[in-house]
Antibody, heavy 124, light 110 residues
Framework: QVQLVESGGGVVQPGTSLGLSCAAS????????IHWVRQAPGKGLEWVAV????????YYADSVSGRLTISRDNSKNTVYLQMNSLRVEDTAVYYC?????????????????WGQGILVTVSS | QSVLTQPPSLSAAPGQKVTISCSET????????VSWYQHLPGTAPKLLIY???IRPSGIPDRFSGSKFGTSATLGITGLQTGDEADYYC???????????FGGGTKLTVL
């Protein structure tokens, strides 16, 4: 069955960096776009970034553009989220989610599978 | 920027029907597919509806979706206590190349 497992979360200080990973299994990883979505404490879901099936297209929310970088390694069935210059407002549970399509050419579809999420806390 | 508006909360009794609206002021719902997600605290969100009205395998037909113009609706019939959750609509904003979620609706089944 489809599984998405996030790792790499933790507690960090403002201004520092952290890297998240999302390990996928149970589907042909190299043919689907993958998103990162987060939920801050007491808030709703917020889309963070998406990478197309082959890594050629990447899109970011305005709130993270220039600080967070999404990437993927199709040989390892893994998507990464490198987070730099972290802010207190980046504190959230981060989910990776599989798109139903390629997410290429600036078009994504819907999230059909999600990971369980990983907590990132940015605090001094 | 596209903004999807949902009612913050709704409540209904077991066995009743509820509808959750998702509307926007721009034309992105009109021009793109809407999907709906159920999120119970501490768990992974679940896809309920995609392409405006299609249920994934395993989602009971108590859940339905529709879209008219710039508004989409999630319907839930025969409410059960297990339906208590947060519900989100979402769509791809093709003009911004960004995904947009509604603010979420907390459903309470009394």
């Amino acid at each position: 069955q489809v599984q998405l497992v996030e790792s790499g979360g933790g507690v960090v200080q403002p201004g520092t960096s952290l890297g998240l990973s999302c390990a996928a299994s149970g589907f042909i990883f190299s043919t689907y776009g993958i998103h990162w979505v987060r939920q801050a404490p007491g808030k709703g879901l917020e889309w963070v970034a998406v990478i197309s099936y082959d890594g050629s297209d990447k899109y970011y929310a305005d709130s993270v553009s220039g600080r967070l970088t999404i990437s993927r390694d199709n040989s390892k069935n893994t998507v990464y989220l490198q987070m730099n210059s972290l802010r207190v407002e980046d504190t959230a549970v981060y989910y990776c989610a599989k798109d139903q399509g390629h997410c290429s050419g600036g078009s994504c579809h819907a999230y059909d599978y999600w990971g369980q999420g990983i907590l990132v806390t940015v605090s001094s | 920027q596209s903004v999807l508006t949902q009612p913050p909360s709704l409540s209904a009794a077991p066995g009743q029907k509820v509808t959750i609206s998702c509307s926007e002021t721009s034309s992105n719902i009109e021009n793109n597919y809407v999907s709906w997600y159920q999120h119970l605290p501490g768990t992974a969100p679940k896809l309920l509806i995609y392409e405006n009205h299609i249920r994934p395998s395993g989602i009971p037909d108590r859940f339905s979706g529709s879209k008219f113009g710039t508004s989409a609706t999630l319907g839930i019939t025969g409410l059960q206590t297990g339906d208590e959750a947060d519900y989100y609509c979402g769509t791809w904003d093709s003009s911004l190349s960004a995904w947009v979620f509604g603010g979420g609706t907390k459903l309470t089944v009394l």
